[in-house]
Structure formats: C-alpha cells, structure tokens
C-alpha cells in the first residue's frame, strides 16, 4: 500500500513539473505577441488624445515617471511627443481621486502653453446608466476637451456648467463629470510646468 501510494505520488509530481514547465514555455513563447498587442493599443488610444501629426518621435519610447499631486496620488507615467529635438506635448496618466464610485483613470493630451488637445478615461468605476457616459463607448462627452484653452488655475469657465463653466453635466450625476474636468485641468496646468523639468526626470523602467 505504501510503496503504490509513493508511485502514485511520484506520478503526480512528474506530471506536476510538466504542467509548470510547459505553462512557463507557453508564457514565454506567448509574451512577445501580448506586448505587441498592447503597445498597439496604448498607441491607438495616445492617438485619440494627442494628434499624431504634431510630432515625429517614438513617443512610447519617451516614457518618463513623475510623482506630481495634481495627476493624483503615487506615480504616473508621462510620454513626450517632439518634433525634431523640440518637446511639443505632453500625454499624461492622471487620476481623479474625486468620482461618485472612487478614482477615475485618465489619460489626457496638452501641449505645454494650457490647451487641452484630448482626454480618454482608461478605468472607472461609475454608475451604469448615469456616470458611465464618460465612456466614449456610451457618450462623446469626453471629445468636448479637445482645442480647450485652460486659462490659469482661475478659469471659471474650465468647469461643469452646474459651477459657472462651459462643461455639461449629466442628469442625475454631476460628482462624476467635476471629477473628470477638474482633474483634466489639474493635468493641463502642470504641463505648462514641464519643460524646463524635462532633462530631471527618471525614464520609465529606470532604476532608483
């Protein structure tokens, strides 16, 4: 009985290590093609916020790591679009901390002198049927930043129309559109801080 038991045991971890050897090949054969994929997608979405004519670099290459409270709590990756060597734009990682159902990611495009070229949410977690139409999916209330001038941090009129601005709000819901503007906001106003930081920030993926 015992020596049927240590075969069979025996068995199992052959098996076993068979099953974790060819689920590491699988992952390792599998990860270039998932990297691709993604980096195909991350450009598609850079392209609805940032215009790809406005520059000429590999801007998913000119990833560099920022920790500035006005994109949100922790680190956020920004990518710098240049025309020749000259820094013409920015795409920002953002968060507002602030929506109806938690933090509402963002992606956002500015150049560096306050106008807004585009805004994407990447993930949220709003109210079907009323916060959710900050999806482009559900609503083209989010392509209304595009060529939106911000001017300065006393811009009343870069806000929700429900607080003086230009913005429309959602019936039933305007927590979760305030969120979304004053955050876009947040994120134009520190590009226009960007350029002479530039050459002092670490490279995505750089060591401490």
Not at 8 to 26: D, K, N, P, R
Not at 94 to 114: E, H, K, M, N, W
Not at 131 to 159: N, P
Not at 179 to 207: D, F, H, I, M, W
Request: hydrophobic share 40%.
């Amino acid at each position: 009985m015992l020596k049927t038991m240590q075969k069979h045991g025996v068995t199992l971890a052959i098996f076993a290590a068979l099953a974790t050897g060819l689920t590491a090949i699988v992952n390792e054969l599998t990860k270039p093609t998932i990297d691709r994929q993604a980096a195909i997608q991350q450009k598609l979405l850079f392209d609805q916020v940032l215009p790809s004519e406005m520059y000429d670099n590999d801007i998913q290459g000119s990833c560099l790591v920022v920790n500035e409270p006005r994109l949100g709590a922790g680190e956020h990756r920004i990518f710098i679009a240049r025309k020749g060597e000259q820094p013409v734009a920015v795409v920002m990682e953002a968060t507002a901390p602030d929506g109806y159902s938690g933090a509402i990611q963002l992606l956002v495009g500015t150049d560096f002198s306050g106008k807004v070229l585009g805004a994407r949410v990447t993930q949220h977690h709003e109210t079907p049927g009323l916060g959710d139409k900050i999806e482009l999916r559900l609503s083209s209330w989010i392509t209304h930043f595009a060529d939106v001038m911000i001017h300065g941090e006393d811009d009343a009129s870069f806000a929700v129309k429900k607080d003086g601005g230009q913005f429309d709000q959602f019936t039933g819901a305007t927590i979760t559109p305030r969120a979304v503007v004053n955050a876009v906001k947040r994120a134009g106003l520190y590009a226009e801080t960007l350029p002479p930081t530039l050459s002092q920030l670490p490279s995505c993926g750089a060591q401490p």
